[in-house]
Nanobody, 127 residues
Framework: QVQLVESGGGSVQTGGSLRLSCAVF????????MAWFRQAPGKEREGVAD????????YYTDSVKGRFTVSQDNAKNTLYLQMNSLEPEDTAMYYC????????????????????WGQGTQVTVSS
Protein backbone atom coordinates (compact mmCIF):
# COMPACT_ATOMS: atom_id res chain seq x y z
CA GLN A 1 0.00 0.00 0.00
CA VAL A 2 1.16 3.52 -0.79
CA GLN A 3 0.03 6.75 0.83
CA LEU A 4 0.69 10.22 -0.51
CA VAL A 5 0.41 13.42 1.51
CA GLU A 6 0.68 16.80 -0.20
CA SER A 7 1.56 20.09 1.44
CA GLY A 8 2.78 23.54 0.51
CA GLY A 9 -0.27 25.05 -1.13
CA GLY A 10 -1.40 28.58 -0.40
CA SER A 11 -2.34 31.94 -1.83
CA VAL A 12 0.06 34.09 -3.81
CA GLN A 13 -0.12 36.99 -6.21
CA THR A 14 0.61 36.79 -9.90
CA GLY A 15 4.30 36.24 -10.49
CA GLY A 16 4.84 34.60 -7.13
CA SER A 17 6.24 31.18 -6.32
CA LEU A 18 5.24 28.15 -4.30
CA ARG A 19 6.82 24.77 -3.68
CA LEU A 20 4.54 21.80 -3.24
CA SER A 21 5.70 18.67 -1.46
CA CYS A 22 4.37 15.15 -1.62
CA ALA A 23 5.50 12.77 1.11
CA VAL A 24 5.31 9.12 0.14
CA PHE A 25 4.65 6.39 2.70
CA UNK A 26 4.46 2.64 2.44
CA UNK A 27 5.90 0.35 -0.21
CA UNK A 28 7.78 3.00 -2.12
CA UNK A 29 10.85 1.22 -3.46
CA UNK A 30 9.20 0.00 -6.65
CA UNK A 31 7.31 3.12 -7.64
CA UNK A 32 8.27 3.92 -11.23
CA UNK A 33 6.28 7.04 -11.94
CA MET A 34 5.19 10.00 -9.89
CA ALA A 35 3.20 12.96 -11.09
CA TRP A 36 1.45 16.16 -10.24
CA PHE A 37 -2.09 16.84 -11.42
CA ARG A 38 -4.40 19.77 -10.89
CA GLN A 39 -8.10 20.43 -11.10
CA ALA A 40 -9.66 23.87 -11.28
CA PRO A 41 -13.33 24.45 -10.40
CA GLY A 42 -15.54 23.38 -13.27
CA LYS A 43 -12.67 21.87 -15.22
CA GLU A 44 -11.36 18.39 -15.76
CA ARG A 45 -8.30 17.18 -13.93
CA GLU A 46 -5.13 17.65 -15.98
CA GLY A 47 -1.62 16.32 -15.69
CA VAL A 48 1.00 18.94 -14.90
CA ALA A 49 4.33 17.13 -14.61
CA ASP A 50 5.69 13.67 -14.08
CA UNK A 51 8.99 11.99 -13.34
CA UNK A 52 10.35 8.54 -14.08
CA UNK A 53 11.79 7.76 -10.67
CA UNK A 54 14.56 5.43 -11.82
CA UNK A 55 16.05 7.68 -14.49
CA UNK A 56 14.85 11.08 -13.35
CA UNK A 57 13.34 11.88 -16.74
CA UNK A 58 10.69 14.57 -16.45
CA TYR A 59 7.75 15.62 -18.56
CA TYR A 60 5.62 18.77 -18.44
CA THR A 61 2.38 19.88 -19.93
CA ASP A 62 2.92 22.80 -22.29
CA SER A 63 1.26 25.43 -20.11
CA VAL A 64 3.82 25.05 -17.30
CA LYS A 65 7.02 24.46 -19.24
CA GLY A 66 9.73 26.86 -18.14
CA ARG A 67 7.83 27.81 -14.99
CA PHE A 68 7.37 24.58 -13.02
CA THR A 69 10.01 22.05 -12.02
CA VAL A 70 9.31 18.57 -10.68
CA SER A 71 11.97 16.86 -8.60
CA GLN A 72 12.38 13.99 -6.18
CA ASP A 73 14.37 13.41 -3.03
CA ASN A 74 14.70 9.66 -2.72
CA ALA A 75 16.29 9.86 0.71
CA LYS A 76 13.24 11.69 2.03
CA ASN A 77 10.69 9.79 -0.11
CA THR A 78 9.38 13.14 -1.24
CA LEU A 79 8.26 14.58 -4.56
CA TYR A 80 8.36 18.33 -5.15
CA LEU A 81 6.82 20.79 -7.55
CA GLN A 82 8.52 24.16 -7.69
CA MET A 83 6.14 26.65 -9.25
CA ASN A 84 7.46 30.01 -10.40
CA SER A 85 5.87 32.90 -12.30
CA LEU A 86 2.45 31.79 -11.14
CA GLU A 87 -0.60 33.02 -13.02
CA PRO A 88 -4.28 33.13 -12.05
CA GLU A 89 -4.83 30.28 -14.51
CA ASP A 90 -2.70 28.07 -12.22
CA THR A 91 -5.33 28.29 -9.49
CA ALA A 92 -6.45 24.75 -8.74
CA MET A 93 -6.34 21.86 -6.32
CA TYR A 94 -3.03 20.11 -6.89
CA TYR A 95 -2.71 16.36 -6.45
CA CYS A 96 0.24 14.05 -6.22
CA UNK A 97 -0.02 10.62 -7.83
CA UNK A 98 2.16 7.52 -8.07
CA UNK A 99 2.21 4.19 -9.85
CA UNK A 100 4.37 1.09 -10.03
CA UNK A 101 4.10 0.86 -13.81
CA UNK A 102 6.71 2.65 -15.90
CA UNK A 103 4.18 2.87 -18.73
CA UNK A 104 2.54 5.76 -16.89
CA UNK A 105 5.46 8.10 -17.57
CA UNK A 106 8.26 6.46 -19.55
CA UNK A 107 6.48 6.03 -22.85
CA UNK A 108 4.49 8.17 -25.22
CA UNK A 109 1.40 8.40 -23.03
CA UNK A 110 1.54 10.38 -19.82
CA UNK A 111 -0.82 11.11 -16.94
CA UNK A 112 -3.16 8.15 -17.53
CA UNK A 113 -4.39 5.65 -14.98
CA UNK A 114 -2.32 6.43 -11.91
CA UNK A 115 -3.23 4.13 -9.03
CA UNK A 116 -2.29 6.06 -5.90
CA TRP A 117 -3.44 9.58 -5.10
CA GLY A 118 -3.02 12.14 -2.38
CA GLN A 119 -5.78 14.28 -0.91
CA GLY A 120 -4.68 17.49 -2.65
CA THR A 121 -3.44 20.91 -1.69
CA GLN A 122 -5.04 24.17 -2.82
CA VAL A 123 -3.13 26.76 -4.82
CA THR A 124 -4.73 30.17 -5.37
CA VAL A 125 -3.13 32.86 -7.52
CA SER A 126 -4.65 36.32 -7.44
CA SER A 127 -4.14 39.06 -9.98
Amino acid sequence: QVQLVESGGGSVQTGGSLRLSCAVFGYTSSLSCMAWFRQAPGKEREGVADVYTYGGTTYYTDSVKGRFTVSQDNAKNTLYLQMNSLEPEDTAMYYCAADFSSRKCAGVAHFAGYKYWGQGTQVTVSS
